[in-house]
């Protein structure tokens, strides 16, 4: 098992996806394919029960949902690109860029600790147009790993 927080396995572009929904459950299954999580539809539930409590939308048109679960296995960041946009509640319409945070439910708070590397690298103008211009995972994948590991 690897020890990068995001592989290109873990990035889904151009994902065709009507809902918020979807989109989690095509990231929760990259997850599971990777053997990062034990069971890809409980991650998944977890993850719809915590974005239930609180909308995960950020400026930017960015979607952030995560979740502390059972099923994972190893902290993991999956992202995918959703050019047709997903409401999750964002303040500036739907998110078209998605980063799915996995965190093992037991032990430090992880998940937090990528949340913070992470939206602070979402407020910088040049990341993100990186991110969005990468036109495969592994470029997308070592972008983001350099961003939450600096």
Do not use: W, Y
């Given at each position: 098992?690897?020890?990068?927080?995001?592989?290109?396995?873990?990035?889904?572009?151009?994902?065709?996806a009507a809902t918020k929904d979807v989109v989690i459950e095509a990231l929760a299954e990259r997850l599971a394919a990777a053997g990062r999580v034990t069971d890809g539809e409980t991650f998944a539930a977890d993850v719809r029960a915590r974005e239930?409590?609180?909308?995960?939308?950020?400026?930017?048109?960015?979607?952030?949902?995560?979740?502390?679960?059972?099923?994972?296995?190893?902290?993991?960041?999956?992202?995918?690109?959703?050019?047709?946009?997903?409401?999750?509640?964002?303040?500036?319409?739907?998110?078209?860029?998605?980063?799915?945070?996995?965190?093992?439910?037991?032990?430090?708070?992880?998940?937090?600790?990528?949340?913070?590397?992470?939206?602070?690298?979402?407020?910088?103008?040049?990341?993100?147009?990186?991110?969005?211009?990468?036109?495969?995972?592994?470029?997308?994948?070592?972008?983001?790993?350099?961003?939450?590991?600096?």
């Open positions: 098992m690897t020890s990068q927080l995001i592989t290109a396995d873990l990035v889904a572009i151009d994902l065709a239930a409590q609180t909308p995960t939308g950020l400026p930017g048109q960015v979607g952030l949902p995560h979740a502390k679960s059972d099923a994972v296995l190893t902290p993991s960041l999956a992202v995918a690109t959703v050019p047709g946009g997903v409401d999750f509640g964002g303040p500036d319409g739907p998110s078209t860029l998605v980063f799915l945070i996995a965190a093992p439910a037991l032990g430090d708070n992880v998940h937090l600790q990528i949340l913070a590397k992470l939206a602070r690298k979402l407020m910088n103008a040049e990341f993100m147009a990186s991110v969005r211009a990468a036109t495969d995972g592994e470029t997308l994948a070592a972008l983001v790993n350099e961003a939450v590991t600096a």
